[in-house]
């Protein structure tokens, strides 16, 4: 029986239903795609990140990456972060994430790209 069920139109188009792990995922994933500023009534949510794709990447600007990313993870209480990497890209920065489900500890890996050509973040599990 899961504990968490949602839905999603993306990447699933004759599968509506997520569970658990995988709902977790694309609800991180939807936080990352919100800029801080951008949701009604509720300005502190968001990422940050997009405001360091055209910023030179620094140990600073990786070190502020590392902040948000924390921050985004930190907000959901169904995960924790156990790992967190930042790197570049062709067309921008990626982040790949050890990731624990609270539930059952069970750890996965997940790996967003922040893409600057299209100002999305992709979610590649």
């Known amino acids: 029986m899961p504990t968490y069920k949602g839905f999603t139109t993306q ?5 509506f239903r997520l569970t658990d792990f995988a709902l977790v ?3 991180l994933l939807n936080h990352f795609n919100i800029r801080k500023g951008e949701k009604l009534m509720n300005p ?13 990447f620094t140990e600073s600007t990786k070190q502020s990456i590392i902040k948000e990313v924390a921050f985004v ?8 972060a156990e790992a967190i990497t930042i790197t570049t890209f062709e067309h921008g920065i990626q982040i790949e994430m050890d990731l624990s489900y609270v539930n059952t500890n069970q750890v996965e890996k997940m790996l967003i790209q922040f893409d600057k050509t299209s100002a999305t973040a992709y979610g590649i599990y």
Do not use: A, M
Not at 11 to 15: D, L, T
Not at 73 to 80: E, F, G, Q, T
């Open 11 to 15: 990447e699933h188009p004759h599968k």
């Open 25 to 27: 995922k694309r609800d």
């Open 44 to 56: 502190k949510f968001g990422c940050g990140i997009w405001d360091f794709l055209f910023e030179p």
């Open 73 to 80: 993870i930190n907000y959901d209480p169904r995960v924790n």
